[in-house]
């Protein structure tokens, strides 16, 4: 385990910091806001003078209205962070079955490559059959004989595969640290548990016992058997890290520590505790979803070997992932566990927050996968 006064992933130098939050365009900027309040208030005043004038003005006052909605959603979207720029709205749309999915893009000497793949899933998965998964490769991929550790990472509800690589920027963030050095080489896969029939918008990686997708076979039985056949991974629990946000943050805690032979290590992001609404679709029993309760099981569940925690809770936000995550990661650490609780100020529970606690959850992963 990694111990230490100043352990890997609690900070980031102030250049990294910079480089990663670089980047986005006219999609988040209150420059587009403006333009388009401004372009209401023009549309506002040409409708008084031609009102004045006794003509019609209808089409101006409707010209303002949808400019003034087009800004209040450009707010929404830059307060969430889940557009940042147009490569990111094309993979959350192509992610959601709009629109055709971005060219994969190779690795390169200096960026890594980025393409979306459809896993096939036997038919008792009960899965859809049109979902992206989306994988990142570290620049020089593949090299030679080197076989790369690997990050699963966990969208939230509502949510699709994309949005780690969209709203997320991982592969901006994995580029940056990897030029720095805080990172070793590692391949990121964007999973989608999105399923089909009850609970099928929020299975919370649940295998269904009311009639819906089997999410918790599909990960462990098709998903990181197809990773692991498609690309050079390090095909053992040591070099596997499962993540996640919010839902996705539950789904991170549930799957890692109760299949310790799949994963060693767990990146927590605004996780919940318990299954939720989402379990209660998905399962037909309460025992079912005591079984899945990680804030109930997390001090007594075998833990046949060290598993490493991380939790980032957002600053501004004092609900359930708060209470939970401090439990649980609390609770491993009395077990003598290697847990790292980051806190974002000033942050709430959206993407922005996400994408400002992933370069530290990697580089917490990448240092406890050898």
Do not use: K
């Not at 250049?15 to 420059?31: F, I």
């Not at 799957?255 to 037909?284: F, K, N, S, V």
């Not at 899945?292 to 957002?314: E, N, Q, S």
């Not at 609770?331 to 609780?341: C, F, H, P, W, Y």
């Amino acid at each position: 385990m990694v111990r230490a006064q100043d352990p890997p992933g609690s900070h980031l130098p102030a250049d990294v910091l910079e480089e990663l939050g670089a980047g986005g365009d006219w999609l988040s900027s209150w420059w587009t806001v403006v333009a388009l309040l401004l372009l209401a208030v023009l549309a506002v005043l040409w409708a008084v003078r031609r009102r004045a004038g006794h003509r019609r003005a209808w089409p101006q006052w409707t010209a303002a209205g949808l400019a003034v909605a087009l800004a209040a959603l450009f707010v929404a979207n830059i307060v969430v962070g889940y557009a940042p720029d147009v490569a990111a709205a094309r993979v959350a749309l192509a992610s959601r079955g709009i629109g055709q999915a971005p060219e994969a893009h190779a690795a390169g000497t200096h960026d890594g490559g980025v393409e979306s793949v459809q896993i096939p899933a036997p038919a008792a998965d009960r899965m859809p059959d049109d979902s992206l998964t989306w994988v990142y490769t570290p620049p020089g991929y593949p090299d030679g004989s080197t076989r790369y550790p690997v990050v699963y990472l966990v969208h939230g509800t509502p949510g699709a595969s994309g949005d780690w690589f969209a709203a997320g920027d991982v592969p901006h963030a994995m580029d940056v640290l990897l030029a720095h050095g805080l990172v070793q080489p590692m391949i990121v896969v964007g999973v989608d548990v999105n399923g089909t029939g009850p609970g099928a918008a929020d299975t919370e990686c649940l295998d269904s016992t009311t009639g819906g997708s089997q999410v918790e076979t599909y990960l462990t039985d098709t998903v990181i058997p197809w990773v692991d056949g498609a690309y050079r991974t390090a095909a053992d629990w040591q070099h596997r890290t499962v993540g996640g946000f919010s839902a996705g943050g539950f789904c991170a805690l549930d799957q890692g520590l109760r299949h310790p032979e799949l994963y060693g290590t767990i990146l927590a992001i605004e996780p919940y505790g318990d299954p939720g609404a989402g379990g209660r679709a998905m399962l037909a029993t309460e025992a079912e979803w005591d079984e899945h309760d990680v804030l109930g099981y997390a001090p007594t569940i075998p833990l046949p070997h060290d598993v490493a925690l991380f939790v980032d809770i957002a600053g501004r936000e004092h609900g359930q992932p708060r209470r939970d995550g401090t439990a649980i990661a609390e609770s491993l650490a009395a077990r003598g566990q290697d847990v790292l609780q980051r806190e974002e100020p000033g942050q709430r529970h959206t993407w922005t927050m996400a994408r400002v606690a992933i370069p530290y959850g990697l580089v917490f992963a990448s240092a406890h996968m050898p």
